[in-house]
């Protein structure tokens, strides 16, 4: 099995404008995410995928695998599928480019789900992890996620779910963290697929795959690290970095 990260890379982020080459500590963000990537020895290859010459010269000049994207994107699975419809290939897993805190254990575990998934009945996979502060619950930044019993997706959503109608049933909240594993024909049917009404209303991709009946497993892990959506999350990302 032929695994491979991808790391999309837009460079004019509409909340946070050239946030990947802000620097954290010494380097820029993209490059922080890409090296973090390298380092946990899980892929066969690492590509950032990019439309920004700027961020291109930067991975190239550390002498990283960087590839321009040919066209514009709506978003960053578009981006990925466009660059890996060529190559050889079966299991892709989408690493952010704002996630300079991705770890080794949570990339095995997403891995780990193709490699027990001998009937294919997985499309794809993500990671969630368990949140109880209810303004991170109430936060439209964060992405919840509900699953059923065997933890496959139902929905996702930038408002809370479940909503707490009644307060005493004790519910868990899960957020999204957005690193995805994908085979590859899931991504390439992605690409291929018009965007739908509530992919379009929540702005969350991942719903595109749910509207068109795709099956996405979903890993808990415990590792929280930070996204950097905004100014305060690249200052949270330096004090954590120290």
């Known amino acids: 099995m032929k695994i491979i990260a991808m790391i999309p890379a837009r460079y004019s982020a509409t909340r946070f404008p050239g946030k990947l080459m802000k620097d954290l ?17 899980l892929f066969d290859d690492v590509i950032v995928v990019t439309d920004s010459d700027i961020i291109y010269d930067e991975i190239s000049k550390i002498g990283g695998h960087v590839m321009m994207s040919q066209k514009e994107h709506e978003c960053g699975s578009d981006r990925i599928a466009e660059a890996v ?24 575990k997403l891995i780990q789900v193709f490699k027990e998934d001998k009937e294919q009945h997985v499309d794809l996979a993500s990671l ?29 959503s930038r408002s809370p779910i479940p909503y707490p109608r009644d307060e005493t049933i004790s519910v868990n ?64 990302a330096k004090k954590l970095w120290k």
Request: glycine residues 4%; negative net charge.
């Open 25 to 41: 500590n010494g380097k820029p963000v993209i490059t922080r995410t890409y090296e973090a990537t390298v380092n946990t020895n």
């Open 85 to 108: 419809e060529d190559l050889d290939i079966d299991i892709v897993i989408n690493v952010q480019g704002d996630e300079p805190f991705t770890e080794v254990e949570s990339l095995k």
């Open 128 to 156: 969630m992890v368990h949140i109880t502060d209810w303004d991170e619950i109430k936060n439209p930044n964060t992405v919840k996620v509900i699953v059923d019993q065997n933890n496959f997706a139902l929905y996702f």
């Open 173 to 236: 909240y899960y957020k999204h963290k957005g690193v995805y594993a994908f085979r590859k024909q899931a991504i390439l049917d992605f690409y291929k697929l018009p965007m739908l009404s509530l992919e379009a209303s929540e702005k969350i991709e991942c719903i595109r795959y749910l509207e068109y009946g795709k099956r996405i497993k979903m890993v808990e892990t415990n590792v929280q690290g930070v996204e950097i959506d905004t100014p305060e999350d690249l200052e949270r």
